[in-house]
């Protein structure tokens, strides 16, 4: 009886033990359970987020981030010597890597905590089961949760993420069009269509242009994948897009033929003049007398000119040099030489090339690359030498012949040297009948010192005289058909002796350059004897 009031007694105690540790653990899942699970879920899903900005930061903004990975599309393996524009690449790399190296390290937290809530709750070593389980039991619960919300929290704000480079790169796209498209209006409007080369004569539409500080040439500087209204360069220096944003500070280079171009190519209309006449016609010494006129115009008050390039200086200091000592000009040779100038006023300045190509380029078919640029010109000056016409000499009286210089007479007959020009015309489909062409008969001093013409004809008087005289009654019907408009100057490329070009010179370049060349002065009485 003893031992059974005894076993009573165990069981009772061992059943009221038994319920109260249930009770105990009810109470515990009920009371403390629900904040334990909501705390700890919290916890996590805190921790978690916090992981996951820290990487993103440190992706996104830290250079020196141990998240950050290697530079994505790197200059020297770009197209252009530049970084791509963030939204353009770059952005969705960072994506990438933020939510790889995210998931890792917040794979990595919950996997600690995991580890220590096991540890400290199942292993029965720091805290006794009959506790530790229960508890532990409850903070799984919460970490689950956890793991669910932070799951859940991240795939949003990574949603957001993707949203937003999207949304941002189509935005940069739309920037991008409608830059260029205000550009192209811009310059349009403007009337720039596209820049000359006047090394290679090629007409391009728009420059590249070489980074100020490292001399990277970029081919393509316009909005685009590496910027939108500014490019880095790939040394870190800030370039602007567009003609607009300032880009024409920049040193320009041709995309043909990579060399320099006329500074500040691109704001301003191009106007081309081709130069054509046989060998020692006078061409080059024309383009000098030219530049000295209209240099001369502006010094004295007429629309502004000034010297272009670098090139056009170094070039137009030695014409000038042999103008002035009167002294023979070396002939042309190689590649067409041109010769740019800015004449005009604000918005009426343009770019003026004149290209001086050497006789020969006319004569050989294989060269006609070399004269590109014609295609644009609205206006051709053709040199012609009288004395290279073959029956020039004849007609003269002996005192005339005996006067007559002969040391600079060109040894190409006009009519050769025109039908090979308007030949590679037709060649490179030249429209010619647009185009308006100024005969300058040259030497129009010597002529005068011989006595063979008087004063300064007119172009009619020349016109009848180069028909009836030297007998070009075919070569001027000939540029007449070819041509949109012909107009005839008798031009003497020489300084006289206030140290000023011959005025022959300026009726010239008043009708080739109309309103950017001062009015042609009044011509003295014309008292040619035709
Ligand atoms: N006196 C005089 N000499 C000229 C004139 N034009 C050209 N010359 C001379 O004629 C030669 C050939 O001239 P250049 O300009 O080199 O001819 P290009 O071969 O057509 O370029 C040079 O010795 C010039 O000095 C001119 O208007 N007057
Ligand atoms: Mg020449
Ligand atoms: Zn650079
Ligand atoms: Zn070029």
């Avoid at 009810?26 to 904040?35: E, K, N, S």
């Avoid at 859940?152 to 949203?163: D, N, Q, S």
């Avoid at 005996?402 to 007959?413: E, G, K, Q, V």
Wanted: charged content about 20%; proline content about 5%; hydrophobic content about 45%.
């Amino acid at each position: 009886v003893g031992d059974l009031i005894a076993l009573a007694v165990g069981l009772c105690v061992i059943a009221l033990v038994v319920s109260a540790y249930v009770a105990g653990v009810i109470m515990l899942a009920v009371f403390v359970g629900p904040f334990l699970v909501v705390g700890t879920a919290v916890a996590l899903t805190v921790l978690v987020l916090d992981m996951y900005l820290r990487v993103a930061i440190g992706v996104m903004f830290r250079p020196s981030s141990p998240y950050r990975g290697a530079l994505a599309f790197p200059p020297e393996q770009e197209p252009e010597p530049a970084f791509r524009q963030y939204f353009f690449g770059p952005a969705l790399r960072d994506l990438d890597r933020i939510l790889r190296v995210g998931r890792q390290e917040c794979v990595a937290r919950g996997r600690t905590w995991a580890r220590a809530v096991n540890r400290g709750c199942f292993g029965g070593t720091r805290v006794p089961n009959w506790i530790g389980v229960p508890i532990g039991v409850i903070l799984w619960i919460g970490l689950l949760y956890g793991m669910v919300l932070s799951v859940a929290l991240v795939a949003l704000l990574a949603l957001l993420h993707v949203v937003f480079v999207f949304v941002a790169q189509f935005a940069a796209r739309v920037m991008i069009g409608v830059l260029r498209g205000l550009d192209t209006l811009l310059l349009t409007a403007r009337d720039i269509r596209g820049v000359t080369c006047k090394q290679c004569g090629w007409k391009i539409r728009y420059p590249s242009y070489e980074c100020g500080q490292c001399n990277r040439r970029h081919r393509d500087i316009r909005p685009g994948r590496h910027g939108v209204l500014r490019r880095r360069c790939a040394c870190g220096r800030r370039m602007p897009t567009l003609l607009l944003l300032g880009s024409h500070r920049l040193p320009p280079y041709c995309a043909v033929c990579d060399q320099r171009m006329t500074p500040g190519v691109g704001l301003r209309p191009e106007i081309v003049v081709p130069l054509f006449g046989g060998r020692s016609a006078g061409k080059t010494r024309l383009v000098a007398a030219l530049a000295m006129t209209l240099l001369g115009q502006a010094a004295h008050g007429g629309p502004p000119a000034r010297l272009a390039d670098a090139d056009t200086q170094s070039g137009y200091g030695t014409l000038e040099m042999i103008l002035r000592s009167a002294g023979h000009v070396a002939a042309t040779r190689g590649r067409p030489v041109g010769y740019s100038l800015y004449l005009g006023a604000g918005r009426g300045e343009r770019l003026v090339h004149v290209f001086d190509a050497a006789g020969e380029t006319f004569v050989s078919s294989d060269r006609t690359d070399e004269l590109e640029y014609a295609r644009y010109a609205r206006t051709a000056l053709f040199v012609v030498d009288p004395m290279s016409v073959p029956g020039f000499l004849r007609g003269l009286t002996a005192g005339q012949l005996a006067a007559l210089d002969l040391s600079t007479a060109s040894d190409m007959p006009p009519e050769d040297v025109f039908a090979r020009f308007s030949q590679t015309m037709v060649q490179m489909q030249v429209r010619t009948e647009r185009v308006r062409l100024a005969v300058a008969v040259s030497k129009l001093d010597v002529l005068r010192d011989a006595g063979v013409l008087q004063g300064e004809p007119d172009g009619a008087q020349l016109e009848q005289w180069l028909t009836e005289r030297l007998q070009l009654g075919n070569l001027i019907r000939a540029m007449r058909h070819e041509f949109h408009e012909v107009r005839f100057f008798a031009t003497a490329s020489v300084v006289g002796d206030l140290d000023q070009v011959d005025p022959s010179i300026a009726r010239l370049a008043g009708w080739l350059l109309p309103r950017l060349a001062a009015a042609a002065p009044e011509r003295r009485r014309a008292v040619a004897r035709v």
